[in-house]
Nanobody, 116 residues
């Protein structure tokens, strides 16, 4: 059974940092392209960052470039999102996503709230 479990969300002040984790199980993690998405209230889900299976080019949304870093540990079946210099507009539910060919999996999401 496939599971993607996000953790690490919470309430943080503007300018602060959070590190999200997504633990995967039930599929061959190293074969999948991993991404983080987010969805703010009243808005569509948007792609935040993508990391390929092995090496390759990591991509970021323009809104998070220079502040967020995506990484993966294939030995631990985990993908991370380090978020620095957080802004109120980063407030959203953050979702982990795994894609390989026609297979797509989603986590349940973790809430990130940036507020003073």
């Amino acid at each position: 059974q496939v599971h993607l479990v996000e953790s690490g969300g919470g309430l943080v002040q503007p300018g602060g940092s959070l590190r999200l984790s997504c633990a995967a199980s039930g599929f061959t993690f190293s074969a999948y392209v991993m991404s983080w998405y987010r969805q703010a209230p009243g808005k569509e889900r948007e792609l935040v960052a993508t990391i390929p299976r092995f090496g390759g080019t990591i991509t970021y949304a323009d809104s998070v470039k220079g502040r967020f870093t995506i990484s993966r540990d294939n030995a631990k079946n985990t993908v991370y999102l380090q978020m620095n210099s957080l802004k109120p507009e980063d407030t959203a539910v953050y979702y982990c996503n795994a894609v390989w060919l026609a297979h797509t999996y989603w986590g349940q999401g973790t809430q990130v709230t940036v507020s003073s």
